[in-house]
DNA sequence: ATTGACATACCAACCGGTATGTATGTTTAT
DNA sequence: ATAAACATACATACCGGTTGGTATGTCAAT
């Protein structure tokens, strides 16, 4: 075996190729949307050429499908389905990760990239459909099964439907990212966060006197 | 003045040629969003040629921009803005506004064709983003003000935030929107619907007793 | 007769996709 | 061990259909 083998920046490196293609596009999509976004810019940016792209894709609407895959899949299972699923107090976790949203006007105008795509892409191409769809369902699960464990534990009223909560937190929040991807505002999205956080602080059982 | 000056179905009508146009044009974006719509779709769905299309508007964008400020704001002034401003018990109707969404299946699927439009360009073109920021912060400020009113009635709890509720309800609809088209589902919307009841509900004052 | 309100024909550029060439690994037969 | 044979991973150049937009002609109303 050689020295370096696969450690030195190699000129042949599809996962490498594959990569800087996902994120050239994730990044082009996130500014002008899909339909509007130019692959040569995606090209440009990645540094690699159509060969490779469609060495890699077999269409435009198969990178979208593996930007929904990999890179939208994987910021919001590093935002909130791992911290959730392994959090042994889910109803303070699931606070920590709404307070943990970017409130700042740049932000706040990108919007959700989920949302973003999802908005655009459904009623165009079922694909984009599916994939969306499968992303929000899994969301809602996990913060569903949050809630479910946080009633276990006793940090949260029996009574409430945990599932339906988990849908309102999720619509809630997409829904202030919309408006405030619109009005350009982080305080729209401040005033999102205080709101929900607020809401699930009420969910919280009484305090038991003596 | 002759016996019939407008009433007859004049060959040459701008105002019914241009308002075909907006509903054709409406009606594309609404299925394909803006930048994936086709102009020719449009004009063959309106049934007249380029030349009438650019005889009324100066380019696509302004198209769109029209349909924003035309069609897509008399939808949301028929459906909320109205029925608000005119009501005597502004609590009452809101609700009844929100459980008059259609919950098919089918209208789940389309969207909040404001929301479509909001998602798809705000981020591409600054007309259509201030144009949608615009219906949408009439929309809040108005239903603010019907929760304002409520107040002044004693319908609503003195103590809640008004413009932050509005705001909220606003939000909290568009998100059920928003997740019910991706997942093609009426009962998402169902849910959603009855979430949002239940939470105008509970700002209503404790009755009093005695 | 002049202006508004269209229709027809056409253009030019963009852009997704392809055809083809080539360099770089990987396997296989000897 | 080594070279042939093959597969993978790209690069380059180009095509052609789509599509927003325009130039020009025509008809109707005042």
């Excluded at 534990?153 to 988990?166: H, I, K, N, T, W």
């Amino acid at each position: 075996m050689s020295i370096a083998t696969s450690e030195v920046t190699n000129r042949r490196d599809p996962g490498r190729t594959r990569q800087r293609l996902l994120m050239a596009g994730f990044e082009e999509v996130y500014r002008s949307g899909f339909q509007g976004c130019d692959l040569n810019a995606i090209l440009g940016k990645a540094g690699v050429t159509k060969g490779a792209l469609y060495h890699h894709f077999d269409s435009k609407d198969a990178l979208g499908h593996a930007i929904l895959e990999d890179v939208v899949a994987k910021i919001t299972d590093d935002k909130w389905l791992t911290p959730l699923r392994e959090s042994d107090t889910p109803l303070d976790t699931l606070i920590t990760i709404i307070e943990g949203t970017f409130t700042d006007d740049e932000h706040a105008a990108g919007g959700c990239p989920l949302n973003n795509l999802a908005q655009e892409m459904s009623r165009v191409e079922e694909g984009f459909r599916a994939r969306t769809a499968a992303l929000f369902t899994t969301w809602i699960d996990t913060v569903a099964d949050a809630l479910t464990r946080a009633q276990a534990q006793g940090s949260l009223r029996p009574e409430v439907d945990a599932r339906a909560q988990a849908q309102f937190v999720v619509a809630a929040y997409e829904g202030y990212m919309s408006i405030a991807k619109s009005l350009q505002s982080g305080a729209v999205l401040e005033a999102g966060v205080r709101q929900l956080v607020s809401h699930l602080n009420s969910l919280r059982p009484e305090p038991q006197n003596g």
